[in-house]
């Protein structure tokens, strides 16, 4: 394949060039960012100042909402710069970066959600031996195990997309830099590579999807012998992490898991899977999860009343320098 490339920036055409629909996006997609921000923090907080950090199912969990962080940073800055200033363009070396970290960071969260689905069953269907197998060896060594995985999915995409030969449109219809719109501008023919995309993206997507589906129609199967307490709390717990999974993949299959082409509804897609999905991460996972609404409670009512102390000494201390300052100016006189 001929590597030449004539051009050194794209333009992304986002959603669109009115002004009122720009207007509109760009305050819906700061919301959603900065929303998706506070509440993964606040669950990474929460955990990590508490005793659940010692959980498997809250270790995962953390890591998660880190995983959440980054994908969708790798994307809604720049969304969020394109729509208030009307800059889209990107150049050729961030393109590269942008569309590299969105799959190694998706990726791992993939593979996490599969860890998930693991340490759900492995609860459910073996509880006596469940801290046996989930040991923190165990959790490391998946965490790692999805670290590589995402490197292993995302570096096949980045060298695709590098020997693509860019030599006259520059135009992407899309908000990000991703496979599909970049085969459409290349100059070149682009179905081979456009095959290796789907077995990259699209079957990986669906193997973990029907991987995650068989693990949680185990569980349910197993969920016929557990008392009516148990299924509850079983049940609460495993539809918050259904939940995250059919919003994350859902999209995620329609995008990838089809011919290499494009079409107008992937924008409204990719939304779900880069920037809706992971903004209604924190809520899934803490309004029916009790113990983790009272260890946030706790955790934000100890740094706060601590924040408050130390706010009080601060202020007493300047006080007393403040009376001594005097007593020793009424000395000298």
């Known amino acids: 394949m001929d590597r030449k490339r004539n051009i050194s920036e794209f333009i992304l055409l986002g959603f669109s060039y009115d002004p009122n629909i720009q207007f509109f996006c760009f305050a819906l997609v700061l919301f959603c960012y900065v929303s998706l921000l506070v509440g993964n923090f606040l669950i990474l907080i929460s955990i990590r100042c508490s005793s659940l950090f010692h959980q498997p199912m809250y270790f995962l969990l953390s890591h998660l909402s880190s995983m959440d962080i980054c994908y969708t940073s790798s994307v809604t800055p720049k969304l969020i710069s394109d729509l208030l200033l009307g800059t889209k363009s990107i150049s050729y070396s961030n393109c590269m970066l942008q569309l590299f970290t969105m799959h190694f960071f998706g990726g791992i969260e993939i593979f996490i959600l599969t860890a998930m689905a693991f340490d759900r069953y492995v609860a459910i269907c073996k509880p006596l031996h469940y801290m046996l197998i989930m040991d923190r060896t165990r959790c490391n060594l998946l965490v790692l195990a999805a670290w590589v995985g995402g490197a292993a999915h995302s570096f096949p995409q980045l060298i695709m997309a590098i020997l693509l030969p860019f030599c006259g449109p520059n135009e992407i219809d899309h908000y990000f830099c991703d496979m599909f719109p970049l085969l459409k501008v290349a100059c070149t023919d682009t179905y081979r590579i456009g095959v290796l995309v789907v077995a990259n993206s699209g079957v990986v997507a669906l193997v973990t999807f029907v991987v995650l589906v068989f693990s949680y129609a185990i569980i349910l199967f197993t969920l016929r012998n557990h008392s009516a307490e148990g299924r509850r709390k079983a049940l609460s717990t ?90 020793e100016k009424m000395l000298e006189l």
């Open 238 to 327: 495993c539809g918050s992490h259904v939940t995250v999974v059919v919003l994350f993949f859902a999209p995620s299959l329609f995008a990838y898991l089809r011919p290499p082409t494009t079409f107008t509804q992937d924008k409204l897609f990719a939304l779900f899977y880069t920037i809706f999905a992971p903004m209604f991460n924190p809520l899934i996972y803490t309004l029916k999860n009790t113990e983790m609404k009272n260890t946030m409670k706790k955790v934000w009512s100890n740094l706060l009343s601590k924040e408050a102390h130390n706010s009080f000494q601060e202020d007493y201390r300047l006080k007393n320098l403040v009376k001594l300052s005097i007593v």
